[in-house]
C-alpha cells in the first residue's frame, strides 16, 4: 500500500519492485492512485536463497510542472503504508549457535557487553570495530553496546549478551573455557578434545567461539601473540562469510570452522501432498495461475452453455 504527491507525471514516474536485485513488478504512480495504491508482488519460490530473501522498492518521481504552478505545490513524494506486509511461506526453526548466523543471535532486545583487557591494543579495537561494522550493516535495528573491563567478567552471567575481546593467556588464566588448550610456558595454541587438529596458522591468527547460553549468547574474540591487522584478515571479518561454532582466521583471511558442539540437524520428512493440495498451494503463492485458471473455467462454462442452448433450440 502506497500513497504519493497527486502532482506525479504518471507516464513517467513509477514503484518498482526488485528481488535479488530483478525487477518483479512495476505500477505507475498517477492522481488515481495517488491517495490509495496497491501493489501485489508475488515471489517464486526459487527466488529464495537457502532461506534468504533481498528485495528494494525502487521509486521513480517525476513532476507535471504546470499543475505545480496552479494546484499543487512543488514537491515529489511516496510513501510506503506501514500496514504494507511481506509474506513468504516458511518453516520455523530456532537458529543454531553457529558463527553463519551471526548476528541475528542478537535479538536486539538485550544490549551486548563487550570486555576487553585492561589497556587493549590499536589492534585489537581496529579488529572489534570491523566486526561490529559487519554486523550492523546486516541488522534492521542498532547495535548497542557497552564496554567493560575483563576484571568485571564474571563466569555465572549466562543472561548477556557477552563479546570477550581478549588474548588466548588472559582467558586461560581466569579459567574461561575454550575449544582449544593452551601451554603457558611455551605460550602456544594445543589440540584438544573438541579440536583434535589445528590448522598450521593457529597461534598467528584469530580465534572466535560462539556459544548459545542462558538467555543470552557468549562470542570469545582471542588471540594468541597478536591480532592480525592485514588488509585480507579485515575483509574475511567484514564479510563475515564464517560457519561453524569455532573458527581460525588467519593473516591472509582463510577461515577454517569447527563444528564442536553442533548435533546434526533431524530433517523432517514433510508429508506428499495430494493432487489438489499442490493446486491449491499453486493459486496462493501466484495469483497469475489463479487467472489463467479463471479464464478457462470461464471458457468451458461459456461452450457448454452455447452447446445447451444450441440443443434446446433444436429440440
Given amino acids: 500500500m502506497f500513497r504519493h504527491a497527486p502532482n506525479l507525471e504518471g507516464k513517467k514516474s513509477a514503484l518498482e519492485v526488485d528481488v535479488n536485485n ?62 504494507s506486509y511481506l509474506h513468504i511461506p516458511h518453516d520455523i526453526v530456532p537458529l543454531t549457535a553457529r558463527l553463519s548466523n551471526m548476528p541475528y543471535l542478537l535479538d536486539g532486545k538485550r544490549e551486548l557487553t563487550i570486555y576487553t583487557e585492561k589497556e587493549p591494543t590499536g589492534k585489537e579495537l581496529s579488529a572489534l570495530s570491523v566486526i561490529l561494522s559487519a554486523w550492523q550493516r546486516t541488522l534492521p535495528w542498532k547495535v548497542v553496546f557497552h564496554i567493560k573491563s575483563f576484571d568485571e567478567w564474571t563466569a555465572g552471567n549466562n543472561e548477556e549478551n557477552q563479546l570477550l575481546l581478549v588474548s588466548v593467556a588472559t582467558l586461560h588464566e581466569k579459567g574461561v573455557p575454550l575449544p582449544v588448550g593452551y601451554d603457558p610456558e611455551k605460550e602456544e595454541i594445543l589440540s584438544g578434545e573438541k579440536i583434535p587438529v589445528l590448522p598450521a ?15 543470552g549468547i557468549q562470542i570469545i574474540s582471542t588471540w594468541n601473540h597478536r591480532m592480525p591487522t592485514t588488509v585480507s584478515f579485515r575483509q574475511a571479518l567484514l564479510d563475515w562469510n564464517i560457519d561453524g561454532d569455532v573458527a581460525f582466521i588467519s593473516p591472509i583471511g582463510d577461515a577454517i570452522p569447527f563444528f564442536t558442539s553442533i548435533t546434526e540437524e533431524k530433517i523432517e520428512e514433510k508429508p506428499t501432498l495430494s493432487f489438489w493440495q499442490k493446486v491449491l498451494l499453486l493459486f496462493s503463492s501466484d495469483r497469475n495461475y489463479l487467472g489463467i ?21 433444436r429440440k
Fill in 22 to 83: 530483478v525487477p518483479m513488478k512495476g505500477v505507475a504512480l498517477t492522481p488515481e492512485n495517488a491517495n490509495v495504491g496497491r501493489l501485489s508482488v508475488p515471489i517464486p519460490a526459487e527466488r529464495l536463497n537457502n532461506g534468504f530473501i533481498s528485495f528494494q522498492l525502487k521509486s521513480y518521481l517525476d513532476i507535471d510542472i504546470p499543475d505545480c504552478t496552479k494546484r499543487f505545490m512543488e514537491s515529489a513524494w511516496l510513501t510506503i503504508d506501514r500496514n
Fill in 201 to 215: 596458522f593457529a597461534n598467528q591468527s584469530a580465534l572466535l567461539s560462539l556459544t548459545k547460553q542462558n538467555g
Fill in 293 to 313: 485458471f479463471t479464464l478457462v473455467a470461464v471458457a468451458i462454462m461459456s461452450i457448454l452453455l452455447i452447446a445447451l442452448f444450441a440443443r434446446i433450440r
